[in-house]
C-alpha cells in the first residue's frame, strides 16, 4: 500500500515549532517512500477557529517548503459525511444516544472522585432502549466501546503500548448540538483518506486506543502510529498554542531562512551521528522515525541563530537574495532600484545572524537621515567642513563612473587637498550619509546608496552646517 501521512492542524492558533515538527516529520516520511503528504484543517471547534490562523499555517508550511500533495481539506465541509456514518452506527447499535444531562455528569465525576475511583461515565444509557426521538431532550451519541480484552499497538517511536477496554469508556462521537467530536472525525478522515502512517504528539497517545476500537468497529485498517515527545521552551514549559509559544510566521518575520528553521526543528528529537548540518535531500535520506528520541527536546534560540548565520553564509547568493527581498516585501522597504543588493548582501551579510539584524543595521540605505537627532552634530559645524563638503559635491557630482575605486580616489584627493588624514574626512562623510560615526568601510556605504542619494544627503549635510556655522 502506498504510504500516506497527513498533518492535520487544528487552526485554532498560530503554527508554533512544535505543529512544524510533526508537518516535517510526516512530511519527510512520505518523501522517504516516495508516498503522499495530506493537509487538513480539524476546523469543527467553531468558537475558537479563526481564519487567520489558517492563512498563518498555509504560509507557514509553504514559507518551509512543506508541501501537500493532497488537500488543504476542511472538516467543516465533510459534516454530512461523519452525520451519515454516525447514523449508520446507531442503526447497527454499535453508537447509542446518552441523555445524561450535565447534572447528573457532574455529580457522577464527585462521586467517583470522593471514591477516590477514575472519573468516567458509568454507561447508563448504553441498554437503554429509548423512545425519545421526537422529544426535545438534548443528548449526545456515544460510540460503545468493548467491554473487555486489550487494545494493542505498537508505536513506531515508543514500541509497544498495551490499554486495557475496562480503561477507557464510552466516547462521545456527536455532541448535543449536533457536531461531531474531534476523536470521531479524525477516525473517519484517516479511514477515508487512505492514512497510512500518523505521526503526532504524545499528548494524543491517549486517544489512541479509543480511535483503533472505532476503527476496529468500523471494520477499517489501523494505521502505524507514532507519537513524537514533546518541546520545552526556555522555562521547562510544554511549547502550545495555549501558552502562545513563538509562531513560525515570527521567526520568518525576524528573518530566519527557511533551510535553518527545518534543520533546527529536524534536530529537536532526531540525530544522525554527530552531524549538525542537513541539506533537504539529506533530510530525506536519513531520516528514520524509528530514531526519534522519546525524551522532550528544549528550545535552544542560540543554536537556531548558529543555524541561520551559516546558511545565510552558505546558500547560493541568488537563494539568500531571494529571501532578503521576501523579507523587505513584507516589511514594507523599499531599496533604490539601483542599488546593487547581491553585492551589499556578499559584502556585509556575514556579519549578521539574521536578514532582520541585517536591515536594521543599515537603516540609512533606505531612510532618510535627520541630522537633528545626531549626537553632538554641532561639533561639524566649521567653516572648513563647509569648504570640504562643497568640494566633495563638486567632484562626486562630476564622477561618470560609480565604482568603488574611483570614489575611494575622490576620498583620498579631498585628504590631500586639505591636508587632513582618511579617517577625518570619512567620519565626516559617514555622519552626513548615515548619521553614524562607524560604519563598514566608507567608499563600500557610499557605492552601495547611490550617487543621487549620497549627493542629496552631502548637499543637507552641507546646508545644515552652513546655518549653524553662520548662526
Not at 170 to 185: A, E, H, K, V
Request: glycine fraction near 4%.
Amino acid at each position: 500500500m502506498k504510504v500516506k501521512t497527513r498533518f492535520s492542524p487544528s487552526p485554532t492558533g498560530y503554527l508554533h515549532i512544535g505543529g512544524a515538527r510533526t508537518a516535517l516529520y510526516s512530511w519527510l516520511f512520505a518523501q522517504k517512500y516516495n508516498g503522499s503528504f495530506v493537509l487538513r484543517f480539524e476546523d469543527t471547534d467553531i468558537k475558537r477557529v479563526r481564519k487567520n490562523y489558517v492563512q498563518d499555517i498555509l504560509y507557514g508550511l509553504s514559507y518551509l517548503g512543506l508541501h501537500w500533495n493532497e488537500g488543504p481539506f476542511y472538516q467543516s465541509n465533510r459534516l454530512q459525511i461523519y452525520k451519515d456514518i454516525i447514523l449508520s452506527m446507531l442503526k447497527t447499535d454499535i453508537a447509542y444516544k446518552c441523555y445524561c444531562s450535565q447534572e447528573r455528569l457532574d455529580q457522577l465525576r464527585k462521586n467517583q472522585i470522593l471514591k477516590k475511583q477514575k472519573p468516567r461515565y458509568d454507561r447508563r444509557c448504553r441498554n437503554h432502549c429509548f423512545f425519545l426521538k421526537k422529544s426535545n431532550i438534548p443528548f449526545v451519541v456515544r460510540f460503545k466501546n468493548p467491554l473487555t480484552g486489550i487494545v494493542k499497538f505498537t508505536d513506531m517511536i515508543r514500541g509497544p503500548i498495551y490499554v486495557s477496554n475496562n480503561e477507557l469508556d464510552d466516547l462521545i462521537i456527536q455532541r448535543s448540538n449536533g457536531m461531531p467530536t474531534y476523536n470521531f472525525c479524525v477516525v473517519i478522515d484517516d479511514w477515508k483518506m487512505n492514512i497510512t502512517h500518523i505521526i503526532r504528539g504524545e499528548d494524543h497517545i491517549n486517544n489512541t486506543p479509543r480511535q483503533i476500537n472505532l476503527l476496529h468497529a468500523l471494520n477499517a485498517p489501523i494505521p502505524n502510529y507514532s507519537h513524537v515527545s514533546m518541546i520545552l521552551d526556555n522555562s521547562g514549559i510544554k511549547l502550545s498554542k495555549r501558552n502562545q509559544s513563538r509562531s513560525i510566521t515570527s521567526y520568518i518575520n525576524e528573518g530566519f531562512l527557511p533551510e535553518a528553521i527545518l534543520n533546527y526543528i529536524l534536530r529537536l528529537g532526531w540525530s544522525y551521528k554527530d552531524q549538525e548540518i542537513f541539506s533537504v535531500d539529506e533530510m530525506k535520506n536519513l531520516f528514520n522515525i524509528c530514531n526519534v528520541s522519546k525524551s522532550s527536546s528544549k528550545v535552544n534560540d542560540k543554536k537556531l541563530l548558529w543555524l541561520n548565520h551559516y546558511y545565510l553564509n552558505n546558500l547560493p547568493i541568488k537563494r539568500v537574495h531571494s529571501y532578503f527581498s521576501i523579507y523587505c516585501k513584507n516589511k514594507k522597504i523599499f531599496l533604490d532600484k539601483n542599488i546593487d543588493v547581491q553585492g551589499l548582501l556578499k559584502e556585509f551579510l556575514h556579519h549578521h545572524n539574521t536578514i532582520q539584524e541585517f536591515v536594521y543595521s543599515y537603516l540609512y540605505l533606505y531612510k532618510d537621515i535627520n541630522l537633528s537627532k545626531i549626537d553632538n552634530i554641532k561639533i561639524y559645524c566649521s567653516i572648513m567642513n563647509i569648504k570640504i563638503l562643497k568640494f566633495l559635491y563638486k567632484n562626486f557630482f562630476s564622477l561618470t563612473c560609480w565604482h568603488k575605486s574611483d570614489i575611494l580616489y575622490l576620498l583620498k584627493k579631498s585628504t590631500k587637498k586639505f591636508n587632513l588624514c582618511f579617517k577625518d574626512i570619512a567620519t565626516l562623510v559617514r555622519i552626513g550619509i548615515t548619521g553614524k560615526k562607524e560604519t563598514p568601510n566608507i567608499s563600500s556605504i557610499i557605492f552601495y546608496i547611490g550617487k543621487n542619494q549620497f549627493l542629496l544627503r552631502i548637499y543637507n549635510l552641507l546646508r545644515y552646517i552652513q546655518i549653524h556655522t553662520y548662526i
